[in-house]
C-alpha cells in the first residue's frame, strides 16, 4: 500500500485568497489549478519552480460550514527552502508582502524565517555569505 501512495500538497486555510495568491506568486510560485468545492469553498494549486510538492490555499467564506475564525496556531511549523542567495530570496520575499520573523547564521549557513500574510512561516536557509572585507589602504611613501 505505502508504495502507491504519493504525498502530493499541503492545504492551508487562508484568510484571505487574493492576498494569499499575490504573496506565493510574487515568491515565484505558478498555480496549477483552481476550483470551486461543492459546499462553496474555493482551492487553488501552486507549484514552485520543479518542485513536485504543492500548496493547496483553501478558502470558506462566512456562509460556509466549514467557515471558523482563524486563528493562527503552532501545529505547523514552517516550509522550507533551500536558495544558494539567502539575501536575494529575502528581498523577495519582504517585496512580496512577507514580513521578518527570524534570521541568523549557524555554522556555514544562513537561514532566514518569513511570515505570509496569514503567519505561516518560511524558511530559507543556504549558504552563509562571506563576511565583506574592507581592502587595506596603502602606506604612503613621502
Not at 533551500?82 to 534570521?103: H, I, N, Q
Not at 518569513?114 to 562571506?130: K, Q, Y
Amino acid at each position: 500500500m505505502a508504495s502507491k501512495v504519493r504525498f502530493l500538497y499541503t492545504g492551508l486555510r487562508v484568510r484571505d485568497l487574493q492576498r494569499s495568491l499575490r504573496f506565493y506568486r510574487g515568491l515565484g510560485f505558478r498555480i496549477v489549478s483552481r476550483g470551486t468545492m461543492k459546499h462553496g469553498g474555493v482551492w487553488v494549486h501552486l507549484r514552485f519552480g520543479t518542485s513536485a510538492h504543492e500548496i493547496e490555499l483553501n478558502y470558506y467564506p462566512k456562509s460556509n460550514r466549514f467557515y471558523e475564525p482563524y486563528g493562527p496556531g503552532s501545529e505547523f511549523d514552517h516550509f522550507g527552502f533551500y536558495s544558494p542567495d539567502v539575501a536575494g530570496w529575502k528581498r523577495k520575499a519582504l517585496a512580496a508582502g512577507a514580513t521578518l520573523a527570524e534570521e541568523f547564521d549557524d555554522g556555514k549557513a544562513s537561514l532566514v524565517y518569513v511570515r505570509d500574510p496569514n503567519g505561516v512561516w518560511l524558511e530559507v536557509f543556504g549558504p552563509r555569505a562571506a563576511p565583506k572585507t574592507v581592502p587595506k589602504r596603502r602606506k604612503q611613501r613621502n
